[in-house]
């Protein structure tokens, strides 16, 4: 970001603040070398497993969809129930698997060529997507289908 040469800061949450800090910082990279850089909101992404990245602190990003492990599904948008404040990087309890991704004991993967589904170790599939657009939620158990 011009202007803003690189600081070192004791952990990404002071790097975090310091993004909150500056105007025009739209996300933060904090280093292994406690080295935080920031970016304006165009700049490139690079992958690198070792760096922690997130917006600054109090950034409005509003949630747009809640499902719970019952297969209840809350409308938005809502203030609440964001993960943005979360920083990115050092990712724990994230699986792959054929044509899915688990996230805990949430799982978002194709059930076929033509559906993707959300649903939960437990049993209940939140949300159907079909490849024509159709979107439902069943909210049945493995087994219970008609």
Known sequence: MHGQGKTWEHDWQACSRRCARVHGCAHFSFWPDKGCHLQHGWASRILDWDVITGPPPKVTCRTIHIWDLHGNIYDGPRDDFSTWGRAAGHSQKISFGFQFIQFGHFRLGAADDTHLSLSHSNGYTMQIFKD?????????????EK
């Open 132 to 144: 024509n657009g159709w979107v439902t939620g069943h909210r049945r158990r493995r087994g219970q």
